[in-house]
């Protein structure tokens, strides 16, 4: 069961008290706010203050004497011997002199300057309220959100921004792979945030943070919208909450509008695509002028891009959007990026006719682009291939096909991040047909089933190692951190399993096929 | 005190200071005056300080001293020749000759000052004064709802006399305020012109010595502590510490502030001071320890001279001390000013967490 009762850090929160001044007493601002009392200044010395008690002290009326603020120290004093939680002054314009706030201090007392002109009763009566019905305050906080949302709440800044405001506190929503899509950057680290699996609060340092995961139309969290608020209580929090599973319905409806239209424009351009590579040259005019629509030029010099994308948790909705702002950040800016079988694929368009070297510079900003897409991302695993400039419209067809070889000789290369360009391939060329014939990977998957039955990876990497180091033991072992003898030994046993002799060349060259083959497509590794 | 006290120039060193005290940290340096006194008692002789009690209850008298700015006076020097000029004038007026005249306020340069009148025109000084000690406003006179401020004479140095036939107490203040500024910022004044039997019974007594005794206990003192000073002077040492802050605000019309101590030994206790021109309260960790009309002092802690509020400093090393008030100044009396907190502009502090 949630704790109730109100501290004074939570009173602090208050919109209401936004611009007051702590001028001292802070090591005493998680006391229990029990009761609210009017203390008027002729009453200090004489009224009752009860225990656990917020003292409201306002000076500044204009009838009393123009000098009031000694009073303060004199009602710290008694505030202390009573057991007062807190004191409150309003009508102050002055800066609290050093002994006074020094006195708070020391009896732990948090005493807060009011702004100017905030009247004393309605104060007293809205912490009254908060004191003793939290739930009340809550309701108004909620009410104002919902009607925020009523009229803002379509748009994904307009949510963010109806929570900040609301909570008065700093609003982010981001996606599991940390980027920002609305809002600040939070002060909380991202992992913090995306590593909520239900809608929950918590404190990190000073910051108290409410977080709620949205899950997309794969059923999996794809939004994370965290609210974020510096000295704010518990009250504070469980308000956070209730706010943000309020906004859970227009933030829900918000994504799944968006997945919903990513979905129908990639369905929109693979047709596109599909038209284009099949007619070539002989676009019709209506295809042109869609694809013109969906931000792809058909006249001019070509280079196809294609991306292979994969992570050990799954792909973001998401993944591919900030991919193409990473793009944009490295000077790249191809036409959109539509889904294949086998990853993403553009291509970048330039009105005149291209430098021999222009693929290798496209490369050049590719690399730089992936490796910041991949720090900030991690455990996603990324290919790229680079076509060679082509013509036209009936070019298309063929940088595409070329930078798509590009990215599985790529993805071959068993590195995280991996950039080609086709022209640098040369007799690796020959090799793709085998790795992506299905008939060799079937025959593959048969080759190396007995190895791939045992689900000893470290026997597969040990043997993938020992083929391409020229069946050296000795420097597969340094390469991989294990004994020479590790590596016979290893190598012994896989020749076993598979019923093969490696000092055989052609069974080595089949072998060493099948295992890029394999790692090209890690689909026998799926099938059973 | 029936028998006259005489006041030679050899004593103006001890009563400067004891005036010093009883300012509580305002009423003018005695710089301007201390000099002045001596040369008039070394030329006029010894001056007779008598108690108004003494005097024929129906002898007409007089208080002196000056009025507006004590910083102008230590610029445009007085000469004794102002002061003369508006008791002469006030006579004049009158149609009376004084008997005796009383300083206007103990605390600081007024202290000296009426005796400077007194001696230059051979009239005995009055034991007493109409403050008790020092006060920012011309209306704060315990004299005040009894014997009325006008007429009064106001002359300046440069020769210019003003005489207000008649005028509210009430209005005083604001009237001698409006003129000062055409009479060069400070003024000679002699107001509250009335009978022996009156100040008898109204004005504060005794001021004269105990200015006296409070300067003979300073420069008396032998112990390091300074227990036989606090005890000789009446006086309770409440705080010693270093200054941490003095937040100065400046109106047109009135110097305030507050100042932080930090107690020389511990750590976390410190004091308040709210001052006008004079120091005029000091909380101990909340704990009301001198208000006004008490007289609160900072002392040097080293040397204990008292420190006047304009030369107070941060990081000085200070004693505070509470030199009672009068009790005459406790006591409420119709037409009087509030001469406590109230009469400063601040909140009354209420008298239940008195220690």
């Known amino acids: 069961m949630r704790d109730e009762a109100v501290r004074f850090r939570d009173l602090q929160a208050l919109p209401t008290l936004n611009s007051a001044r702590l001028v001292g007493g802070g090591a005493g601002l998680d006391t229990v706010v029990r009761e609210v009392e009017i203390v008027e200044p002729e009453a200090v010395?004489?009224?009752?203050?009860?225990?656990?008690?917020?003292?409201?002290?306002?000076?500044?009326?204009?009838?009393?004497?123009?000098?009031?603020?000694?009073?303060?120290?004199?009602?710290?004093?008694?505030?202390?011997?009573?057991?007062?939680?807190?004191?409150?002054?309003?009508?102050?314009?002055?800066?609290i002199a050093t002994a006074t706030r020094r006195l708070a201090d020391k009896f732990a007392i948090p005493t807060l300057v009011a702004p100017d002109r905030l009247p004393a009763l309605p104060l007293a009566v809205h912490l009254r309220t908060v004191v003793h019905e939290p739930r009340v305050e809550r309701s108004r906080i909620l009410h104002a959100l919902t009607s925020r949302l009523r009229t803002h709440g379509e748009k994904l800044d307009q949510i963010?921004?109806?929570?900040?405001?609301?909570?008065?506190?700093?609003?982010?929503?981001?996606?599991?792979?940390?980027?920002?899509?609305?809002?600040?950057?939070?002060?909380?680290?991202?992992?913090?945030?995306?590593?909520?699996r239900?809608?929950?609060?918590?404190?990190?340092?000073?910051?108290?943070?409410?977080?709620?995961?949205?899950?997309?139309?794969?059923?999996?969290?794809?939004?994370?919208?965290?609210?974020?608020?510096?000295?704010?209580?518990?009250?504070?929090?469980?308000?956070?909450?209730?706010?943000?599973?309020?906004?859970?319905?227009?933030?829900?409806?918000?994504?799944?509008?968006?997945?919903?239209?990513?979905?129908?424009?990639?369905r929109l351009r693979g047709t596109l695509l599909a038209e284009i590579l099949e007619h070539g040259g002989a676009v019709t005019s209506a295809v042109a002028e869609q694809a013109a629509m969906a931000g792809w030029e058909l006249a001019g010099w070509h280079v196809g891009l294609h991306f292979r994308l994969s992570h050990s948790a799954g792909l973001s909705t998401f993944t591919v959007d900030t991919l193409a702002r990473e793009l944009a950040a490295a000077q790249l800016f191809p036409g959109p990026l539509v889904e294949r079988a086998d990853g993403w694929s553009t291509w970048i368009t330039s009105p005149q006719a291209v430098p021999a070297d222009h693929a290798?510079?496209?490369?050049?900003?590719?690399?730089?682009?992936?490796?910041?897409?991949?720090?900030?991302?991690?455990?996603?695993?990324?290919a790229a291939g680079v076509g060679s400039p082509q013509r036209d419209a009936s070019g298309i067809a063929t940088t595409l096909a070329e930078a798509r070889q590009a990215a599985v000789i790529a993805a071959s290369s068993g590195d995280g991040m991996a950039v080609r360009v086709v022209q640098d391939l040369g007799a690796s060329r020959l090799l793709l047909g085998w790795y992506s014939s299905s008939a060799f990977r079937d025959y593959a998957g048969q080759i190396l089933r007995p190895l791939l039955d045992t689900r000893d990876k470290d026997l597969i990497a040990t043997l993938e190692a020992y083929l391409d180091r020229s069946c050296s033991a000795m420097q597969t072992g340094r390469v991989l951190g294990i004994h020479r003898n590790t590596v016979s030994q290893r190598m012994a046993r896989a020749e076993k399993l598979l019923g093969l002799s490696l000092s055989q060349a052609d069974t080595r060259l089949a072998v060493q096929l099948a295992l890029r083959a394999l790692r090209t497509s890690d689909l026998p590794t799926r099938t059973r | 005190m029936l028998r006259p006290m005489y006041l030679n120039a050899a004593d103006v060193e001890v009563l400067a200071l004891g005036c010093t005290?009883?300012?509580?940290?305002?009423?003018?340096?005695?710089?301007?005056?201390?000099?002045?006194?001596?040369?008039?008692?070394?030329?006029?002789?010894?001056?007779?300080?008598?108690?108004?009690?003494?005097?024929?209850?129906?002898?007409?008298?007089?208080?002196?001293?000056?009025?507006?700015?004590?910083?102008?006076?230590?610029?445009?020097?007085?000469?004794?020749?102002?002061?003369?000029?508006?008791?002469?004038?006030?006579?004049?007026?009158?149609?009376?000759?004084?008997?005796?005249?009383?300083?206007?306020?103990?605390?600081?340069?007024?202290?000296?000052?009426?005796?400077?009148?007194?001696?230059?025109?051979?009239?005995?000084a009055i034991d007493g004064?109409?403050?008790?000690?020092?006060?920012?406003?011309?209306?704060?006179?315990?004299?005040?709802?009894?014997?009325?401020?006008?007429?009064?004479?106001?002359?300046?140095?440069?020769?210019d006399v003003m005489l207000v036939?008649?005028?509210?107490?009430?209005?005083?203040?604001?009237?001698?305020?409006?003129?000062?500024?055409?009479?060069?910022?400070?003024?000679?004044?002699?107001?509250?012109?009335?009978?022996?039997?009156?100040?008898?019974?109204?004005?504060?007594?005794?001021?004269?010595?105990?200015?006296?005794?409070?300067?003979?206990?300073?420069?008396?003192?032998?112990?390091?502590?300074?227990?036989?000073?606090?005890?000789?002077?009446?006086?309770?040492?409440v705080f010693t510490g270093t200054v941490l802050e003095i937040r100065r605000t400046r109106s047109a019309t009135e110097i305030s502030g507050v100042i932080s101590l930090g107690h020389a030994c511990e750590e976390d206790r410190s004091m308040r001071i709210d001052f006008a021109n004079e120091y005029v309260a000091a909380f101990d960790d909340g704990v009301p320890v001198s208000t006004a009309p008490d007289i609160t002092c900072v002392l040097d802690a080293r040397t204990w001279e008292p420190v006047s509020v304009e030369r107070l400093a941060v990081q000085q090393r200070v004693r505070v001390i509470r030199l009672p008030a009068p009790e005459t100044l406790r006591r409420p009396h119709p037409g009087r000013l509030d001469l406590g907190l109230r009469g400063y502009g601040m909140a009354e502090v209420g008298t239940e967490a008195r220690p």
């Open chain 1, 198 to 266: 239900t809608l929950c609060s918590f404190k990190t340092g000073d910051t108290s943070i409410a977080v709620l995961p949205v899950s997309g139309l794969a059923g999996s969290a794809a939004l994370w919208v965290a609210v974020e608020r510096a000295g704010a209580g518990a009250l504070w929090r469980g308000t956070a909450e209730l706010c943000l599973s309020v906004a859970h319905g227009p933030l829900l409806a918000w994504l799944a509008r968006e997945q919903l239209t990513a979905e129908r424009d990639a």
């Open chain 1, 45 to 95: 010395m004489t009224a009752e203050l009860p225990p656990a008690a917020l003292i409201v002290l306002p000076f500044g009326d204009t009838d009393g004497p123009i000098h009031q603020e000694h009073l303060l120290d004199l009602m710290l004093r008694r505030a202390h011997l009573a057991k007062v939680c807190a004191i409150i002054v309003t009508g102050h314009h002055s800066e």
């Open chain 1, 160 to 196: 963010v921004t109806c929570l900040a405001t609301t909570l008065d506190a700093a609003a982010t929503a981001c996606t599991a792979q940390g980027a920002v899509l609305s809002g600040g950057e939070p002060a909380t680290p991202v992992p913090d945030i995306v590593s909520s």
């Open chain 2, 129 to 159: 004064d109409a403050m008790g000690r020092a006060y920012p406003r011309l209306d704060h006179t315990v004299l005040m709802g009894v014997v009325p401020a006008s007429p009064l004479a106001l002359a300046d140095a440069g020769g």
């Open chain 2, 165 to 237: 036939d008649s005028a509210g107490d009430r209005s005083v203040e604001r009237l001698v305020r409006a003129v000062l500024p055409a009479m060069g910022a400070w003024a000679a004044v002699c107001l509250h012109a009335g009978t022996a039997g009156q100040y008898a019974r109204h004005a504060v007594p005794a001021s004269v010595s105990r200015a006296l005794t409070l300067g003979r206990a300073w420069t008396g003192r032998r112990r390091e502590d300074g227990a036989d000073f606090l005890a000789a002077a009446q006086a309770r040492l």
């Open chain 1, 360 to 382: 290798h510079k496209v490369a050049g900003k590719l690399t730089r682009a992936l490796k910041a897409f991949r720090d900030r991302r991690s455990g996603v695993t990324v």
């Open chain 2, 21 to 124: 005290f009883l300012g509580a940290g305002g009423g003018g340096s005695v710089a301007a005056a201390a000099p002045l006194l001596r040369h008039t008692l070394e030329v006029n002789g010894t001056l007779p300080v008598v108690s108004a009690s003494a005097l024929d209850p129906d002898a007409r008298v007089a208080c002196v001293g000056a009025v507006g700015s004590s910083t102008v006076m230590l610029e445009r020097l007085p000469s004794g020749v102002e002061l003369a000029a508006a008791v002469r004038a006030l006579e004049r007026h009158t149609g009376t000759r004084f008997q005796a005249l009383q300083p206007l306020e103990i605390g600081g340069v007024n202290g000296l000052l009426g005796l400077v009148a007194a001696s230059r025109l051979g009239l005995p």
